[in-house]
């Protein structure tokens, strides 16, 4: 695509010209490469705010952290994808795997360029206030503010999509369609339309014939029906028609033909209801399902990975023994602030 430059910094592509993402994703337009590029963009971002987690403790930590850190959040998306497809066949959606990857990827890349952004930060804070509980209380609030905006990245690719039908299945959408048809309001009959052609007198005994239920015109200042010799209503004289054009015949003004129902003016019409066609598919809410669970799986990986910080207390480590858990330690460390 034009806007996809061969440049390593895909973020600025993504923050500057999402539309063109979006509609790639939904093209399936030269995926492989988009992902690659996010892939290598994100683990090369997360390594880098890895090894300022890893500084707090020493120079080796350093170097694991930003080991630990990008295996962290690419373990989590192997983990989670193969959930957030099968959800999606289950309930009727088109995404492919390609495109299931791509939008998890973009989240990934926000997440991990925001992190990095907010590296300068934490290492200011690690150099003037080297306190262990506090540095660690940072960079969780920094990761879960990143981790927020990526997923917001997610939820607004899946809309998109969403508007582009992949995500409803096809009697739904065929569904909504019949349902908008049915619904639809015919435009009302004005009830004394001007008329085209000045009336023209006909002879009575050249009458034309008018099919049932066809529209007629209605001449201003059309007489009405006069009376036949049994008393019967005569039939209403018949304008004449510019040449090449249908005849009609003219009826009273103020009535309307049969099948047309009665007259509404536009601010009169009732109003048009349109809940089921714009019902939000079963994808979408199953999204914010799996959002949350990868989360929660997430932060169970990052416990079994770790230490990411270090504890200045301990010796190094590559990893902790697995006991307690993440929610656990996150409040026991504000109660010793």
């Avoid at 373990?75 to 099968?86: D, F, Q, S």
């Avoid at 809309?159 to 435009?187: C, F, I, K, M, S």
């Amino acid at each position: 695509m034009s806007g996809d430059r061969p440049s390593p910094l895909v973020i600025e592509r993504i923050l500057r010209d999402r539309a063109g993402i979006w509609q790639q994703i939904v093209a399936e337009g030269d995926l492989n490469a988009l992902t690659g590029r996010m892939l290598a963009s994100s683990a090369i971002a997360l390594a880098c705010y890895g090894a300022v987690l890893g500084a707090f403790h020493s120079p080796l930590m350093a170097l694991t952290s930003a080991l630990k850190l990008p295996l962290l959040f690419l373990v989590t998306l192997a983990i989670c994808l193969p959930t957030l497809y099968l959800f999606n066949l289950v309930f009727g959606a088109r995404l492919s795997v390609r495109q299931s990857l791509a939008l998890v990827m973009v989240a990934i890349t926000v997440t991990s360029m925001l992190a990095v952004a907010f590296a300068p930060i934490s290492l200011f804070f690690l150099i003037t206030a080297p306190d262990y509980g506090f540095f660690k209380l940072l960079n969780v609030a920094i990761l879960t503010l990143s981790a927020l905006v990526g997923l917001r990245f997610l939820t607004g690719g899946m809309q998109v999509l969403n508007d582009h039908g992949l995500l409803a299945p096809e009697a739904t959408r065929t569904q909504a369609d019949a349902y908008a048809q049915a619904h639809a309001v015919p435009a009302a009959v004005p009830a004394d339309p001007a008329p085209t052609a000045a009336p023209v007198a006909v002879q009575a005994a050249e009458p034309v014939a008018v099919p049932a239920g066809a529209a007629v015109a209605v001449p201003a200042g059309a007489a009405a029906a006069g009376s036949t010799s049994n008393g019967a209503a005569a039939t209403p004289p018949v304008p004449a028609q510019p040449s090449g054009q249908p005849a009609v015949a003219a009826i009273p003004p103020g009535m309307v033909p049969p099948g047309y129902g009665p007259v509404q003016r536009p601010w009169e019409r009732p109003p048009v209801r349109r809940g089921e066609p714009t019902q939000r598919p079963a994808s979408m809410t199953l999204l914010y399902i799996w959002i949350l669970l990868f989360g929660f799986v997430g932060t169970q990986l990052a416990w079994t990975l770790r230490p990411f910080f270090g504890d200045p207390g301990q010796d190094f480590s590559f990893f902790r023994s697995i006991d307690g858990n993440f929610y656990a330690e996150i409040l026991r460390t504000i109660a010793n602030l």
